[in-house]
């Protein structure tokens, strides 16, 4: 007997019966009650559960109140007036409105000097020590490159033992970049944990099968790097590119090492100079000019600062969304 023989005889009323105890078919629904009763439950937190949420908070609230209140004093005091920061009423509102802080680091000639300087070093260091890196790092994710282990072994060796301090300068100094933009590029243009990440996302998120395909097309390892395995790679190029740019633009040792002259320091040298040693350009002797020289001073540490933090702040949003992806290499497999 078929199932429209079964529901003629049966009528219309078995159709529409509940097939289980407990349950019921309304309109649009085909749940049983039991379960949409339990799914609309909301699940009921512990004490100590709550206990831990709130403590969780409440250390994320301590650890961002240490860390943005003195951003807003220091955004705060680079708007302010000179005396009124420098007699220390500025709190996390500025004081008597004023732009002179950036006005005078604006047109000061050594302190853009150094601004622009810092921009070369960011961008030409970061793209020498990006090139390196990838350069270095896909062979070594090749599991057909001959001596890949001890090539790797040689480089982890060099993350943690270094040759000091003297016979690095003595190396800068014997290749003839003292007082030259290429102390502050080539020294430093390889690091060894950008090397690691970029040589574990070559060789987990670009599989061997598809390689052996290009190769079976006719595509080389140039052609492969270049047109395969460096745009599947952006997320990665875009978090090593950024650790190269923010370390290459924080930085101030090496220019305090390898640097003579002044016109080739970067703004963190400069931001040195008047944080630490006082000094603003010009000099002057009168009594009232050097308490306005003083003044100036304490406003123009807040006003650099803020000016040195920019570019950093302009470059991450375009870069956040790799973090996550940069972050996860090799950790979810399958």
């Known amino acids: 007997m078929s199932r429209s023989q079964i529901t003629a005889v049966a009528g219309p009323e078995s159709h529409d019966r509940p097939t289980t105890p407990g349950t ?4 649009g629904s085909s749940r049983p009650l039991s379960l949409r009763r339990r799914g609309s439950r909301r699940i009921q937190e512990t004490r100590i559960d709550r206990m831990f949420l709130f403590c969780t908070y409440l250390l994320l609230c301590t650890f961002l109140a240490v860390v943005l209140l003195p951003l807003l004093n ?12 420098s007699s220390g009423r500025v709190l996390f509102w500025p004081f008597d409105f004023s732009l002179r802080g950036y006005e005078v680091a604006l047109s000061s000639p050594q302190i853009v000097t150094g601004f622009l300087n810092s921009l070369f070093y960011t961008l030409v260091g ?14 070594l994710s090749r599991k057909s490159l001959f001596g890949r282990g001890p090539v790797m072994a040689v480089v982890i060796f060099t993350m943690l033992f270094s040759g000091g301090l003297i016979p690095t300068y003595l190396v800068v100094q014997e290749l003839g970049m003292i007082n030259t933009r ?12 950008q090397v690691v990440i970029a040589s574990t996302y070559f060789r987990t998120m670009i599989p061997d099968e598809l390689y052996e395909a290009a190769q079976l ?10 047109k395969v395995a460096l745009p599947l790679a952006k997320p990665m190029i875009a978090v090593v590119a950024l650790m190269y740019a923010i370390t290459q633009w924080n930085s101030y040792f090496d220019a305090l090492l390898y640097l003579k002259d002044a016109d080739l320091y970067p703004i963190q040298l400069v931001l040195r100079n008047i944080l630490i040693l006082n ?29 040195a933090s920019v570019p ?23």
């Open 74 to 85: 220091i955004v705060a005091s680079s708007f302010s007036d000179p005396i009124a920061v």
């Open 126 to 139: 970061t793209l020498i020590s990006v090139s390196l890196t990838i350069a270095l790092a896909y062979p």
């Open 217 to 226: 097309d006719g595509c080389g390892d140039l052609r492969f790097l270049w």
């Open 182 to 193: 290429l102390a502050l590029i080539i020294p430093q243009a390889i690091g060894v944990w």
């Open 24 to 27: 019921h078919r309304g309109p």
């Open 279 to 307: 000094t603003t350009p010009g000099g002057m002797t009168d009594a009232s000019q050097m308490l306005e020289r003083q003044q100036l001073a304490d406003l123009l540490k807040y006003s650099l600062i803020v000016i």
């Open 312 to 334: 950093v702040l302009l470059i991450y949003p375009f870069v956040a969304r790799y973090f996550t992806k940069g972050i996860m290499i090799g950790a979810i497999k399958g």
